[in-house]
């Protein structure tokens, strides 16, 4: 028997709702008679009907009318991805929450703890399913990195290192292209939106790093903030893990500014190290820094998010958990307002 498509409402249309999401996943997903996108959000109503025009979907400039009305509506909307600056995802997703909806965020999902707990508060009393949008869990290079460690490749784990830079990104965009319009996105540059390295760059390898070792004990963190700048444009992130024969450490690094931090990955175990340079290929060296293996060819990292919908919606329709759930989300949320503290 066909599996009914999940019908979806999109909440925000900029560089991350319109490409990211639409262009990039719900479009294939559509194909894949996974899910429907039949409604799109912007405060912009212009942006709305020409992204309506283009996706057949319907337009709206307030997402409460969007999840007006039932979900079991024909039509009605069952799921609302919600891909708004980080300090306007608490009330759309608490709101489409209480209206039955089940919610996928951006990430990170919120830049707070208390404001990730009333989230989650709200699914819990909802009965509704709330997802994050850690998609990049499914970069090809981290994927090696993820199955070498689980399979004991180099032994115990004792240091991660992890670099990331998007240098020149964060721009409005442009037509027809994300991040390449004139004008910065100027909530990417103030603190009281979520702007800054920490919260636009930090959550992705802060949730590879805990898919890698766990929950940790403790955090800190240094930032550097430009003269002038009311956010960092470089946030350092050390992670401790437990104690069991001596524990192991982590250090993120996320820049705004430099173009090739490298490398991206680097995992240092007891009898070697794993290393992923440009994300194209991963190297295991022994203990005496001997190449063991070399696993190249890699899709670099890029067009993502196929492998996170297609979990959602086989979620949604009976299938297994959400891959990427909101308590996972919380954990990242915790780290990243941990760092920050530590760093002013």
């Not at 020149?168 to 994300?178: E, L, V």
């Not at 500014?257 to 990955?265: G, K, L, N, Q, W």
């Not at 994300?279 to 196929?306: N, Q, W, Y």
């Not at 949604?316 to 996972?328: I, K, M, S």
């Amino acid at each position: 028997m066909a599996v009914t498509p999940v019908r979806v409402g999109l909440v925000g249309l900029g560089n991350s709702g319109w490409y990211y999401h639409a262009e990039q996943n719900l479009v294939p997903a559509r194909a894949a008679g996974q899910l429907d996108l039949v409604a799109v959000c912007d405060a912009d109503p212009a942006r709305a009907a020409t992204a309506a025009d283009r996706f057949g979907a319907r337009a709206h400039t307030d997402w409460r009318e969007l999840v007006a009305g039932s979900a079991g509506d024909d039509g009605g909307v069952e799921l609302v991805v919600v891909a708004l600056p980080h300090h306007l995802h608490r009330d759309v997703v608490i709101g489409a929450l209480r209206a039955g909806r089940h919610v996928h965020v951006e990430k990170p999902m919120a830049t707070s703890v208390a404001d990730a707990d009333a989230m989650l508060s709200a699914a819990r009393a909802a009965g509704r399913q709330l997802s994050v949008h850690q998609q990049r869990r499914w970069e090809p290079d981290f994927q090696q990195v993820l199955r070498l460690v689980h399979e004991g490749a180099v032994g115990p784990v004792r240091r991660v290192e992890v670099h990331r830079s998007h240098a020149g990104r964060y721009r409005t965009a442009g037509d027809g292209t994300p991040h390449t319009g004139s004008d910065i996105a100027t909530w990417t540059e103030e603190a009281d939106t979520g702007g800054g390295a920490g919260w636009l760059i930090g959550p992705h390898p802060v949730d590879q790093v805990l898919q890698l070792l766990g929950t940790p004990t403790a955090v800190t963190g240094t930032a550097h903030r430009p003269p002038g700048s009311a956010v960092e444009d470089h946030l350092r992130i050390h992670l401790a893990f437990g104690q069991r024969d001596g524990g192991s450490s982590a250090r993120i690094d996320v820049h705004r500014r430099a173009e090739h931090p490298a490398p991206r990955f680097r995992v240092v175990g007891e009898r070697g190290d794993i290393t992923s340079e440009d994300g194209t290929s991963v190297v295991v060296r022994d203990a005496d820094g001997a190449v063991v293996v070399v696993h190249d060819g890699l899709e670099p990292p890029g067009r993502l998010g196929a492998e996170l919908y297609a979990s959602l919606a086989a979620s949604l329709r009976g299938g297994p958990p959400v891959a990427v759930t909101g308590e996972q989300g919380r954990d990242v949320v915790d780290v990243l307002e941990r760092a920050l503290r530590a760093a002013r």
